[in-house]
């Protein structure tokens, strides 16, 4: 699997995450969340309410790290017990995960991959 990923070393970062199956891995900085790293860094993550805790869709598989983050809010909680059992138990949602620092995290949430470029409009010359 080609391996794509967006790292500045030394700027606040706090961890690492790397997002299986596509091998994509990013920096997370203090006070971001998972999905807003990976957003910052050019990733796009499967989402409908936009990181509000509402939709669930960019719940994630935690495969290695847990023990690197913030435990799960009572409206991360709720939300998640309002999914579906599609995955292994150990789901937190993107948009709500902050990581304590220092630490790598492994996922697994298909979808995530690098944002598309908009084409630019043809010049008028
Ligand atoms: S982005 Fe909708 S619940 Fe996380």
Redesign the pocket.
């Known amino acids: 699997m080609a391996q794509i990923g967006a790292s500045t070393p030394g700027v606040g970062q706090v961890g690492h995450v790397r997002v299986e199956p596509s091998g994509v891995h990013f920096d997370v900085r203090p006070a971001e969340s998972v999905?807003q790293a990976a957003w910052r860094a050019g990733f796009q993550?499967p989402?409908?309410?936009?990181?509000?805790?509402?939709?669930?869709?960019?719940?994630m598989e935690i495969l290695e790290g847990a023990e690197f983050l913030v435990p799960a809010d009572k409206v991360e909680a709720a939300?998640l017990r309002s999914l579906p059992r599609r995955d292994g138990g150990n789901r937190r949602?993107?948009?709500?995960t902050r990581l304590t620092g220092g630490g790598n995290l492994t996922v697994r949430k298909p979808g995530v991959r690098l944002r598309a470029v908009e084409a630019s409009p043809p010049s008028a010359s």
């Open positions: 999905i993550w989402t409908t309410c936009w990181g509000q805790a509402e939709c669930g869709v960019c719940a939300r949602l993107a948009c709500q």
